[in-house]
């Protein structure tokens, strides 16, 4: 399909369109505070013998959060597209109640997938020494400053158990307000953005796969504008002959892209203290985290973990999605799954 043929939507006026500069400014709209009575009902499952990657919402039962949670899982995949929780003292747990108190969270808000080759489904996000510039290396594995991304899966949760000395700045931005800006600024560069773009899978590479997929950077499928971007990974996929090559035009969209997600206007930072837990939006937000320094004593530094989440009543994605969710049924997408 050429540029030509491809259709271009409206302008995006949705609750997820907003503007960093205004929202950045109103935490109280997104944050959830969690009462002695949620941390009450959320404490009383940590007796519970189910392992971790058996948990389900029934067997994680939450009385007054659980509607809570339901109002939440609403206001991410139609409304903001992300919220903060706050309220949990995760120095009064371990590593593992700290864990199954988030996963059990999760369990209300969508399905838990796989992150890794390895299959696993809650991710530990850290600095294990991985070089930023190894093709085969996980940014988040690293200190130093992500860009604008989006993960493969509905919504995307994080819990901090430990900051860093300083920086690990957590960022935002509405895809939609890019795309707005974008057809504001260089309408003749967007088009290019709704072509296949070809997308490193960093070795991790599904049987019978290519070692990258090519996903337009925005789809436009049944009335939804969804985003799937990476530019780190998008770069690195041109060292694959196979790959689409990209021209000087797509750069300059790119480039545009990156310009845009940067835009002071467009988006804001937050500070991820320990206990709290963020959820993103996949499909209309980008997430991005400031490089860090950390602290010197090994117990002590920035360590968060990391569900990804495929979300029940969820929008319907095009079929090119499955080269990287898998799958585009509704509630049973995304994730890493290399072998059978």
């Not at 540029?3 to 006026?13: H, K, L, R, T």
């Not at 009575?37 to 058996?54: F, K, P, R, V």
């Not at 939440?72 to 108190?101: C, M, P, S």
Request: proline share 5%; hydrophobic share 40%; with cysteine.
């Amino acid at each position: 399909m050429t540029a030509q043929q491809i259709e271009i939507p409206g302008v995006q006026n949705l609750p997820s369109a907003w503007l960093g500069r205004d929202i950045g400014a109103e935490p109280e709209r997104w944050t959830i505070r969690l009462s002695a009575a949620h941390i009450a009902e959320l404490e009383s499952n940590l007796s519970d013998d189910i392992s971790l990657t058996d948990l389900t919402k029934s067997g994680f039962p939450l009385p007054t959060l659980g509607s809570v949670l339901r109002e939440f899982q609403g206001e991410l995949i139609n409304g903001r597209g992300f919220g903060l929780i706050k309220g949990l003292d995760v120095t009064r747990f371990g590593e593992d109640q700290a864990a199954r108190i988030f996963f059990g969270i999760g369990t209300h808000l969508g399905h838990a997938r796989s992150q890794n080759a390895a299959g696993d489904i809650l991710g530990h996000v850290r600095d294990v020494g991985a070089r930023p510039d190894d093709p085969k290396s996980r940014i988040y594995q690293t200190s130093a400053r992500q860009t604008f991304h989006t993960d493969s899966s509905d919504v995307v949760g994080l819990i901090c158990l430990k900051d860093a000395k300083s920086g690990g700045e957590s960022l935002l931005v509405s895809a939609n307000s890019i795309f707005n800006e974008m057809q504001k600024r260089r309408p003749d560069l967007l088009p290019l953005l709704f072509e296949p773009i070809a997308t490193d899978r960093r070795g991790e590479v599904p049987d019978g796969m290519q070692p990258f997929f090519e996903i337009p950077v925005f789809t436009w499928h049944q009335g939804f504008l969804n985003v799937m971007y990476q530019r780190q990974y998008i770069d690195s996929a041109q060292r694959f002959a196979a790959a689409l090559r990209l021209s000087d035009r797509h750069v300059a969209a790119l480039d545009l892209f990156d310009e845009l997600a940067n835009d002071p206007d467009l988006c804001f930072s937050m500070h991820l203290a320990p206990g709290d837990m963020q959820f993103v939006y996949n499909h209309a937000l980008l997430h991005d985290r400031t490089g860090f320094e950390d602290h010197a004593n090994l117990a002590d530094r920035r360590h968060l973990l990391r569900l990804w989440l495929s979300v029940p009543g969820d929008r319907p994605l095009p079929d090119c999605f499955a080269q990287r969710f898998g799958s585009t049924e509704i509630g049973n997408r995304g994730g890493i799954v290399v072998g059978a």
